[in-house]
């Protein structure tokens, strides 16, 4: 069975400041694990995504995740946000040969001016 | 990256009558595709999974007789809410995976914005 948490339903960071919004998984086999953010009334866009090969992955808009085997975490983060980068994030997992991805329930990021 | 194309984008419709959505994969051969449904403010939950040319699974407290789902080509999915009623509201959103290589990672479409009035 597989799962994600999502600590934080809300995130506020100053414009400029370190972004980090958390995910830890459950999963019984190799995880894929995946970030999307979703704009409002929009779709889901794909970040980055954890597929076994180096535990730091890079992703699109200046975003980063690291897994973390020992800590079953994938966590998100950006140098310095930026005002566009407002939105909810999503952190997913999925089997290796499964179909089925299982989401968090979302963090909200806020990015003052 | 594949395109997953999800039609249409926003639709409002009176209660008791039925409304498809559809889910094409543009690119690439969808041998799986997935229906979420995202309440306002919550996360993505799967309704169902769908094979081409196999019945589609739903999850546990998902109505089949409700919602239909039709994966009649690895190109196209549809999803009919029939009889729909305002509870119905919501935000559904389709994914599609493809064999071998793309197996990775499942493709979203743009979603569909569902108002029953």
């Known amino acids: 069975a597989q799962s994600v948490t999502q600590l934080g339903s809300h995130v506020s960071v100053s414009e400029g400041a370190l972004v980090l919004l958390r995910c830890n998984y459950s999963s019984s086999v190799p995880p894929y694990l995946f970030w999307y953010v979703q704009y409002p009334n929009q779709g889901l866009q794909l970040l980055l995504k954890y597929t076994s090969a180096a535990t730091l992955v890079k992703g699109i808009n200046g975003f980063e995740a690291e897994f973390k085997k020992s800590e079953t975490s994938f966590h998100l983060t950006k140098p310095s946000a930026h005002m566009s980068d407002a939105a909810e994030y999503f952190c997913?997992?999925?089997?290796?040969?499964?179909?089925?991805?299982?989401f968090g329930t979302g963090t909200s990021l806020t990015v003052i001016p | 990256g594949a395109v997953v194309s999800q039609h249409p984008s926003r639709v409002i419709c009176k209660s008791g009558t039925s409304v498809k959505i559809e889910c094409r994969s543009l690119?690439?051969?969808?041998?799986?595709m997935f229906w979420y449904r995202q309440f306002p403010k919550q996360s993505l939950m799967l309704m169902a999974t769908s094979n081409e040319g196999s019945k589609a699974t739903y999850e546990q407290g998902v109505e089949k007789d409700k919602f239909l789902i039709n994966h009649a080509s690895l190109t196209l999915s549809t999803l009919t809410v029939t009889s729909a009623h305002p509870e119905d509201s919501s935000f559904y959103i389709c994914?599609?995976?493809?064999?071998?290589?793309?197996?990775?990672?499942?493709?979203f479409g743009q979603g569909t914005r569902l108002t029953v009035v």
């Open positions: 690119d690439f051969q969808a041998t799986t």
């Open positions: 994914s599609a995976r493809g064999p071998d290589r793309l197996n990775t990672e499942a493709f």
């Open positions: 997913a997992v999925s089997e290796w040969t499964g179909n089925q991805f299982y």
